[in-house]
């Protein structure tokens, strides 16, 4: 019987200086886009050479900027010909009386993996953004409430909802800390 002293797993190997630079690119460079969406786990809005879109979250990518994707819509037009009587007539010049016209078409993919030389353009989801720029404009208000002083909101751009939501919340921490 040949016995053999069972180990753990290895223990993974200590960044190399390789690695740390690879990180400060990711954190610096132009992949910081999707190193920062892949952590925070927001959409990014990506353009394909085929005249394509998919909307969906990183879950990882490289430097060649291959990429797995979750819960991807992509996005793209068709020209569809008009359909005609006559099978598209011709006027006195030669060309075609009959007019086409696009469809927007969509589907659904829950993973795919994507070749970083079919990419034109990556941005983060511009849905996303807006939501982003509500919560800190929320986020300024309940820190002015709570250091006592006011901040002005202009009135096309202060939703009520979300400002009665946000008074609520400051009335109940009030409460709390008198408590």
């Known amino acids: 019987m040949n016995k053999r002293k069972r180990t753990n797993a ?3 190997p200590s960044p190399t200086t390789h690695d740390k630079s690879l990180l400060k690119e990711y954190q610096q460079g132009p992949l910081s886009l999707l190193h920062s969406s892949t952590l925070s786990q927001s ?3 990506i353009q394909l050479r085929n005249n394509r879109k998919l909307i969906g979250t ?3 990518f490289d430097y060649h900027m291959n990429l797995v ?3 991807v819509v992509e996005m793209w037009s068709e020209v569809v010909p008009a359909k005609n009587k006559n099978n598209a007539a ?3 010049t030669g060309q ?3 007019k086409s016209h696009k469809i927007n078409k969509s589907r659904n993919i829950s993973k795919m993996f994507l070749r970083g030389d079919s990419i034109v353009l990556v941005v983060r989801d511009p849905a996303e953004k807006e939501n982003e720029r509500k919560r800190m404009e929320l986020e ?3 820190e002015a409430r709570e250091e006592g002083e006011g901040i002005e909101v202009n009135a096309d751009k202060k939703d009520e909802g979300n400002t009665e939501k946000a008074e609520e ?7 709390q800390e008198e408590e």
Do not use: G, V
């Open 69 to 71: 994707l979750e819960n």
């Open 58 to 60: 990183c879950r990882a």
């Open 90 to 92: 011709e006027n006195n």
């Open 96 to 98: 075609s009386t009959s």
């Open 169 to 175: 919340q400051a009335n109940d921490e009030d409460q």
């Open 140 to 142: 300024k208000e309940r």
């Open 43 to 45: 959409p990014i809005l």
């Open 10 to 12: 290895p223990t993974p």
